[in-house]
């Protein structure tokens, strides 16, 4: 049977799958799965010479993508039940004859012409393998922004040839000199984005120094085409931040016309967050006498940070901006300045700190409102933006693989009332186990709501109220059984692997519970928002009951809630202890891309 190929994808009877190519295009090996299967399942995988199949086949693991060499050899890169990933090597009748597994990120691999020999690539240090023995022949590390797609050992046998991905061919030392070090450098910064751009300048003058003015405004030059390509400001990095590092360039070249310029970009640039935190650390500035010049100078300042959109979603910073603008009114005698300010500050926060400050002023006692609670999980969901499987399946711990939750949200449509059964009934026996397990987290209040959660469950079945409890059973050290097949990710019963995060229920931590209770809690959220035609007006009401039922247990485990999506998590990263509202969820710093502050 003949292959049909459409740029990288190639069919082969009911066969679909990734293409990769040889070097010289002579061979190439495909993977992927059988399109009209009952189960779908990618772990085939057949060589190719043109459109001829030399041979196909299929392994016990997932495959994950493949290398070919131009003699027919190949490497297939698998993944088994836990995360570690495994290369085996192939011959070109099909046979496999080598393995090995890696625990760290595997970044690259490859397989040499003749097959005897293995490159690849863990913590940006590349190895070259004798197959036969097993062992090293050489290994370096390189640098961290060199992205390997391709290696070989050129003709000398001393000099390793490695491409970087979209850029071309570079050669290192066997001993690992980077001997086109300078052409690579040149070529990377030539198709670099604007940030990477910037940390390669500033990495480059930090090791290399500036030895002249004519260093410094090289260095100037690739600074203003970094801020051409595009920047702006994230939490790792500010625009102001990179203005002033141009200005300190320019002045070192000697151009103060450019270094001035840079210093007004930056101060243009500072957002509101930056402004109203150096505006508090330079009051002790007024002096005594109090300097109205340099008051006016702070107030302008603070004014100015009402600009910045964003500010106005932090409470906390608005209630500083606001008292520490009444604090400057009041030491310069603007007597009706400063009570506006104190208001404004008590309105925005009623934590600012100033009740005193205006009482004294007014001479008449300030009655705050309640402090208001913090918004509900349920209020910070947004469904076009969550994701399912991101890790592992809530339930199970099986990895299905991440799905966006409006589409994950589409197979509901065509389920029923006993899935959604299921997931209660597997809800409320992981929810026994933890109630009554060996976890040394258990609080009363995790309990009371887990009692509650329990009745809910129960008193809304006739019989069968639990899933097999329990429903996952460890099997040794590293590995569980799950007995019914899962209603979250419709994974067939079978073996799961342990980690850190996902054991069996009765000894499960708060980072494994509090997921349980968060997914499930997205699920009748989002089932409840949709409404798929099998579910009645009382089904709804009971679902938007166990909803809210879900997540008030999840609460109760006591992590603290992300305040973009309200997941509990063990760590907000970007938040501090005064505005944890500008914090982030590991969840949320995937999804954005990178260490990106949203809201």
Same mark, same amino acid.
């Given at each position: 049977?003949?292959?049909?190929?459409?740029?990288?994808?190639?069919?082969?009877?009911?066969?679909?799958?990734?293409?990769?190519?040889?070097?010289?295009?002579?061979?190439?090996?495909?993977?992927?799965?059988?399109?009209?299967?009952?189960?779908?399942?990618?772990?085939?995988?057949?060589?190719?010479?043109?459109?001829?199949?030399?041979?196909?086949?299929?392994?016990?693991?997932?495959?994950?993508?493949?290398?070919?060499?131009?003699?027919?050899?190949?490497?297939?890169?698998?993944?088994?039940?836990?995360?570690?990933?495994?290369?085996?090597?192939?011959?070109?009748?099909?046979?496999?004859?080598?393995?090995?597994?890696?625990?760290?990120?595997?970044?690259?691999?490859?397989?040499?012409?003749?097959?005897?020999?293995?490159?690849?690539?863990?913590? !940006?240090?590349?190895?070259?393998?004798?197959?036969?023995?097993?062992?090293?022949?050489?290994?370096?590390?390189?640098?961290?922004?060199?992205?390997?797609?391709?290696?070989?050992?050129?003709?000398?046998?001393?000099?390793?040839?490695?491409?970087?991905?979209?850029i071309g061919w570079y050669r290192f030392s066997t001993a690992g000199a980077f001997l086109d070090e300078e052409t690579w450098l040149n070529d990377y910064m030539k198709t670099c984005n604007g940030i990477t751009l910037y940390h390669?300048?500033?990495?480059?003058?930090?090791?290399?120094?500036?030895?002249?003015?004519?260093?410094?405004?090289?260095?100037?030059?690739?600074?203003?085409?970094?801020?051409?390509?595009?920047?702006?400001?994230?939490?790792?990095?500010?625009?102001?931040?990179?203005?002033?590092?141009?200005?300190?360039?320019?002045?070192?070249?000697?151009?103060?016309?450019?270094?001035?310029?840079?210093?007004?970009?930056?101060?243009?640039?500072?957002?509101?967050?930056?402004?109203?935190?150096?505006?508090?650390?330079?009051?002790?500035?007024?002096?005594?006498?109090?300097?109205?010049?340099?008051?006016?100078?702070?107030?302008?300042?603070?004014?100015?940070?009402?600009?910045?959109?964003?500010?106005?979603?932090?409470?906390?910073?608005?209630?500083?901006?606001?008292?520490?603008?009444?604090?400057?009114?009041?030491?310069?005698?603007?007597?009706?300045?400063?009570?506006?300010?104190?208001?404004?500050?008590?309105?925005?926060?009623?934590?600012?700190?100033?009740?005193?400050?205006?009482?004294?002023?007014? !001479?008449?006692?300030?009655?705050?409102?309640?402090?208001?609670?913090?918004?509900?999980?349920?209020?910070?969901?947004?469904?076009?933006?969550?994701?399912?499987?991101?890790?592992?399946?809530?339930?199970?711990?099986?990895?299905?693989?991440?799905?966006?939750?409006?589409?994950?949200?589409?197979?509901?449509?065509?389920?029923?009332?006993?899935?959604?059964?299921?997931?209660?009934?597997?809800?409320?026996?992981?929810?026994?186990?933890?109630?009554f397990g060996n976890s040394h987290w258990l609080t009363k209040k995790f309990q009371t709501h887990a009692d509650e959660l329990i009745r809910n469950v129960s008193d809304n079945k006739k019989e069968n109220a639990f899933a097999p409890?329990?429903?996952?059973?460890?099997?040794?050290?590293?590995?569980?059984?799950?007995?019914?097949?899962?209603?979250?990710?419709?994974?067939?019963?079978?073996?799961?692997?342990?980690?850190?995060?996902?054991?069996?229920?009765?000894?499960?931590?708060?980072?494994?519970?509090?997921?349980?209770?968060?997914?499930?809690?997205?699920?009748?959220?989002?089932?409840?928002?949709?409404?798929?035609?099998?579910?009645?007006?009382?089904?709804?009401?009971?679902?938007?009951?166990?909803?809210?039922?879900?997540?008030?247990?999840?609460?109760?485990?006591?992590?603290?809630?992300?305040?973009?999506?309200?997941?509990?998590?063990?760590?907000?990263?970007?938040?501090?202890?005064?505005?944890?509202?500008?914090?982030?969820?590991?969840?949320?710093?995937?999804?954005?891309?990178?260490?990106?502050?949203?809201?």
């Open positions: 049977m003949n292959a049909e190929r459409r740029g990288d994808q190639v069919y082969i009877g009911d066969f679909m799958g990734t293409v990769c190519d040889s070097p010289s295009g002579r061979f190439s090996v495909a993977w992927g799965i059988f399109i009209n299967r009952k189960s779908v399942e990618d772990k085939h995988f057949a060589l190719l010479q043109g459109r001829n199949v030399v041979t196909q086949r299929s392994i016990s693991r997932r495959v994950l993508d493949g290398r070919c060499s131009d003699l027919g050899y190949f490497a297939l890169r698998v993944q088994g039940n836990t995360d570690k990933e495994t290369v085996l090597l192939f011959g070109p009748e099909g046979e496999q004859y080598y393995s090995r597994q890696f625990g760290g990120y595997l970044q690259f691999y490859d397989v040499s012409e003749d097959g005897k020999f293995l490159f690849w690539v863990t913590e !940006n240090t590349l190895h070259y393998t004798d197959v036969s023995d097993k062992k090293d022949l050489f290994s370096f590390a390189f640098d961290h922004r060199f992205y390997p797609t391709g290696a070989r050992l050129d003709a000398d046998g001393s000099t390793v040839s490695m491409r970087h991905k979209c390669v300048i500033r990495d480059l003058q930090e090791r290399q120094g500036t030895r002249s003015a004519e260093d410094a405004e090289t260095y100037a030059l690739w600074i203003e085409e970094a801020l051409r390509r595009g920047i702006e400001d994230c939490f790792s990095l500010k625009v102001a931040d990179v203005q002033s590092y141009l200005a300190t360039l320019y002045r070192q070249a000697g151009k103060a016309t450019e270094a001035d310029t840079a210093d007004s970009k930056a101060e243009q640039s500072l957002d509101g967050f930056r402004l109203v935190d150096r505006a508090i650390s330079q009051v002790p500035e007024i002096g005594d006498p109090p300097s109205e010049d340099v008051a006016r100078r702070l107030v302008a300042d603070l004014d100015r940070a009402t600009q910045t959109p964003r500010l106005h979603e932090y409470p906390n910073y608005m209630g500083k901006l606001y008292r520490t603008k009444g604090e400057i009114l009041e030491r310069i005698g603007d007597k009706e300045g400063a009570i506006t300010a104190y208001r404004t500050a008590l309105e925005a926060n009623i934590t600012a700190g100033c009740k005193k400050q205006l009482e004294r002023l007014t !001479n008449a006692p300030v009655i705050l409102p309640e402090k208001p609670k913090p918004r509900s999980v349920e209020s910070r969901i947004d469904l076009d933006r969550g994701t399912m499987f991101h890790f592992r399946c809530p339930v199970c711990g099986s990895e299905p693989g991440e799905k966006p939750l409006v589409e994950y949200l589409v197979d509901w449509h065509g389920a029923d009332g006993n899935r959604l059964q299921r997931l209660l009934s597997h809800l409320a026996g992981a929810t026994w186990e933890l109630r409890s329990p429903f996952i059973l460890s099997v040794d050290a590293k590995t569980m059984t799950m007995q019914t097949e899962c209603p979250v990710c419709v994974t067939a019963p079978g073996k799961r692997a342990k980690d850190n995060y996902f054991t069996v229920w009765s000894e499960a931590c708060k980072v494994q519970s509090s997921n349980l209770y968060y997914e499930v809690g997205l699920i009748l959220f989002g089932v409840v928002t949709a409404r798929p035609s099998w579910m009645s007006d009382d089904l709804r009401d009971y679902c938007e009951m166990m909803k809210s039922q879900t997540f008030r247990t999840g609460e109760s485990v006591g992590l603290p809630s992300c305040p973009q999506c309200g997941r509990f998590t063990t760590a907000i990263l970007g938040g501090t202890r005064t505005d944890p509202e500008k914090g982030m969820c590991r969840w949320c710093l995937d999804a954005s891309g990178g260490i990106q502050i949203r809201k």
